[in-house]
């Protein structure tokens, strides 16, 4: 709805005229407001997948770099070189989990590089906890002293989550999940196992890692 303006203009008496009413027109209505067309919203970025071949068959992992990014870029640093083919898994708990990725056939530990820092926390703060199925970094009691081995859970863990930041409490940093293959994880943990070099849990007959390899994101 629109008000027209009056404006009333009185002319000296001489002219003898009256009131002059002049109306103004309608102002034009608004224009309506442009709204830019909102730009799609980025698709998620892909998680990087790795494929642990192993004597037992193929186990896909899916990996966290954003919340876990320098556990992830070690450990595909290690995909990369090529360093987890001819290694083994070299101890396995019914019940815990399977560990492997350090040595070789002969119980041999391989060189690996400088330890990664332990993202533990930050993981377990984003949701990343020692569940089946996850894939988790294995160290010795010093929280900082991971480098190539992992293991994966065949059970729930919450004892290996952070607690705190003492040596005890400080956690194992989870940094994946498997996607595919936890068959082949079950069947490895029921192999049978024994003590060998003073270390328990070693498979009787070797779980031979053959190769590691990064696959085409998806």
């Given amino acids: 709805m629109f008000r027209s303006l009056i404006l009333c203009t009185t002319l000296g008496p001489a002219l003898g005229l009256g009131a002059l009413s002049v109306q103004q027109p309608p102002a034009p209505a608004p224009a309506e407001a ?4 909102q730009a ?3 698709a998620p970025k892909a998680k990087p997948r790795v494929r642990i071949d192993t004597s037992y ?3 896909v992992v899916e990996l966290d770099p954003e919340v876990t990014p320098a556990t992830v870029a070690n450990f595909l640093q290690y995909v990369k070189d090529g360093f987890y083919k001819g290694t ?3 101890r396995v708990i019914q019940g815990f989990m399977i560990q492997g990725g350090g040595l070789t056939e002969s119980m041999d530990e391989k060189p690996a590089r400088p330890p990664v820092v332990n993202e ?3 993981a377990f703060k984003a949701g990343l906890k020692n569940t089946r199925g996850t894939i988790a970094m294995a160290r010795t009691e010093n929280p900082q002293s991971a480098s190539s081995q992992f293991y994966i859970n065949t059970v729930d863990n919450p004892a290996l989550d952070p607690r705190d930041l003492s040596n005890e409490g400080y956690g194992y940093c989870v940094f994946g999940h498997v996607v ?3 068959d082949v994880v079950d069947h ?3 192999v049978h196992t024994e003590w060998r070099k003073g270390q328990s849990g070693v498979p009787q007959f070797p779980v031979r890692i053959k190769d ?3 696959l085409p994101p998806q």
Wanted: proline letters at 16%; aromatic letters at 4%.
């Fill in 120 to 122: 533990a926390p930050a």
């Fill in 34 to 37: 442009q709204v830019a067309p």
């Fill in 88 to 90: 083994i898994f070299h």
């Fill in 188 to 190: 490895i943990e029921k």
């Fill in 40 to 42: 799609p919203a980025p």
């Fill in 180 to 182: 595919s293959g936890m």
């Fill in 212 to 214: 590691a390899v990064l």
């Fill in 57 to 59: 068959g193929s186990i």
